[in-house]
């Protein structure tokens, strides 16, 4: 495959592995899936923050190479998605106050998003600003410009992070060798995949789920409301069954295997016995017991951060993350946050997203992240690769022409053989040219 144009190359820097995607952008906009690879990172990401510079670099050039390989093109940049424990928004109000009725411009809406944008927090810098309503005296507006007002007031919600989050995106980026495009805020290019325009116009709440964390995302009238990353996921119901003595992996194991969200009341206890490593055996329900217990304590800190919007959320819930895939987890939801908000499982690919014919993406609903990545990418991210690698480093074309031999020097001749050579045929025509030159000079004197 040559160089193509609109291929974009997205990454996600996940807590168990680090994933990368291709994808080539159609004409109507849609994205068709190239290429995936993925590079196991145990230990490298913790809670969504680069843990270790130096392993996750190894492991981005990895999954880059893998994608490279996979598409025959050289990988110049990539798309990275921003997530992690810090990442949160924060609600900012502006005031301005004018003398008299003042006509409101784009002028006046830009200075007041420059005054949001100058806001500082401490050990946290802004990522990117969400604009919410304005409000003229009692009346809320989406845009006010061409009305009248003695005093506007904008509404945003900051989206900040620590600053190193990014920094250590970046600078694991350069070290393999790539430009870094963009930086983009995962939850937000998740939810553009993920959410229809019905759920973000009638309310609704994007639950990742995932391996360190939870990310909830709240959705009303179109406008990002609240967002934020709890320190909690399916990691710590694994290291909580770790408790009866069993190593991580297995404990890993007994999770997906006899695991629930939910355990009912009603729900007969047969005493059942479960297999153990060394020839041992525990009841289910105690395992049972321990799986239920931190899923309530997740439920319960995704409820403290969506209660405020509750009766807005009219399209309820929408659950994604692979701590989501858990038995029973809707009834969990249903049991602490309430039967009146509906809670489904995203599932299928997103609109806007076909899988090339022969590309393995495993499980195609477990990369929702990277999906909305590729469609929020605009820039080629790829070059061609020379038919010589050790040429990609010079600015020349390669040519058809084969290469000059250089002629072996008198010394190397006596070096290489005992066997005294004539000269060679190069020089056999100088000889013969010479002496043509000279009976031409003999014979003018003569004359």
């Keep these: 495959m040559g160089a193509e144009k609109d291929i974009i190359i997205a990454v996600e820097l996940a807590s168990t592995a680090i994933r990368a995607i291709a994808?080539?952008?159609e004409p109507d906009g849609s994205m068709q899936v190239l290429a995936f690879a993925q590079e196991e990172s145990p230990n490298t990401i913790r809670k969504g923050i680069i843990d270790n510079i130096d392993k996750t670099t190894q492991a981005l050039t990895r999954v880059i190479g893998k994608i490279s390989d996979k598409l025959g093109v050289k990988v110049n940049s990539i798309y990275v998605g921003l997530g992690g424990q810090s990442l949160r928004s924060v609600h900012n109000r502006v005031l301005l106050q004018f003398d008299g009725l003042e006509l409101l411009s784009h002028k006046t809406i830009d200075k007041m998003r420059d005054t949001n944008s100058g806001v500082v927090y401490p050990n946290a810098?802004?990522?990117?600003?969400?604009?919410?309503?304005?409000?003229?005296?009692?009346?809320?507006?989406?845009?006010?410009?061409?009305?009248?007002?003695?005093?506007?007031?904008?509404?945003?919600?900051?989206?900040?992070?620590?600053?190193?989050?990014?920094?250590?995106?970046?600078?694991?980026?350069?070290?393999?060798g790539l430009e870094v495009q963009e930086v983009l805020i995962l939850p937000i290019c998740e939810a553009n995949a993920l959410l229809t325009a019905n759920e973000k116009r009638s309310g609704c709440a994007l639950v990742n789920m995932g391996s360190d964390t939870t990310t909830v995302s709240v959705y009303i009238n179109n406008i990002l409301r609240h967002l934020c990353v709890i320190p909690l996921?399916?990691?710590?119901?694994?290291?909580?069954?770790?408790?009866?003595?069993?190593?991580?992996?297995?404990?890993?194991?007994?999770?997906?295997?006899?695991?629930?969200?939910?355990?009912?009341?009603s729900e007969d206890k047969t005493g059942q016995k479960i297999n153990l490593s060394f020839d041992r055996t525990e009841d289910e329900e105690k395992l049972q017991e321990i799986v239920e217990a931190r899923y309530e304590e997740i439920i319960a800190n995704?409820?403290?951060?969506?209660?405020?919007?509750?009766?807005?959320?009219?399209?309820?819930?929408?659950?994604?993350?692979?701590?989501?895939?858990?038995p029973d987890i809707q009834r969990a939801f249903a049991k602490h946050v309430g039967n009146e908000l509906n809670v489904r499982i995203a599932k299928g690919l997103p609109e806007g997203i076909t899988i090339s014919f022969g590309v393995q993406v495993g499980e195609p609903d477990r990369l929702y992240s990277l999906y909305?990545?590729?469609?929020?990418?605009?820039?080629?991210?790829?070059?061609?690769?020379?038919?010589?690698?050790?040429?990609?480093?010079?600015?020349?074309?390669?040519?058809?022409?084969?290469?000059?031999?250089?002629?072996?020097?008198?010394?190397?001749?006596?070096?290489?053989?005992?066997?005294p050579?004539?000269?060679?045929?190069?020089?056999?025509?100088?000889?013969?040219?010479?002496?043509?030159?000279?009976?031409d000079v003999e014979g003018d004197e003569n004359a």
């Excluded at 009248?148 to 007031?153: H, I, T």
């Excluded at 770790?242 to 997906?256: D, F, I, N, R, W």
């Excluded at 919007?309 to 399209?315: A, Q």
Aim: net charge negative; proline share 4%; charged share 30%.
């Design 125 to 176: 810098e802004i990522k990117d600003v969400v604009t919410q309503e304005f409000t003229i005296g009692s009346r809320s507006v989406v845009d006010p410009v061409g009305m009248q007002a003695e005093m506007l007031e904008a509404n945003f919600i900051n989206i900040i992070a620590r600053p190193t989050l990014e920094e250590n995106i970046r600078k694991c980026a350069n070290a393999a």
């Design 302 to 326: 995704v409820e403290n951060h969506i209660s405020a919007y509750k009766e807005k959320m009219l399209s309820g819930i929408i659950l994604t993350g692979g701590a989501a895939r858990i």
């Design 421 to 439: 050579k004539g000269p060679s045929a190069f020089k056999r025509l100088w000889n013969t040219f010479e002496k043509m030159l000279s009976d």
């Design 23 to 25: 994808g080539k952008r």
């Design 233 to 265: 996921g399916g990691s710590n119901v694994t290291s909580d069954i770790t408790s009866l003595k069993v190593e991580a992996e297995e404990a890993e194991e007994l999770k997906k295997k006899y695991g629930t969200a939910y355990r009912s009341d």
């Design 372 to 419: 909305g990545l590729l469609l929020t990418g605009k820039e080629n991210c790829v070059g061609e690769l020379s038919k010589n690698p050790a040429q990609d480093t010079f600015d020349f074309e390669q040519k058809d022409e084969p290469a000059p031999v250089d002629e072996p020097k008198p010394q190397d001749v006596q070096e290489n053989s005992d066997k």
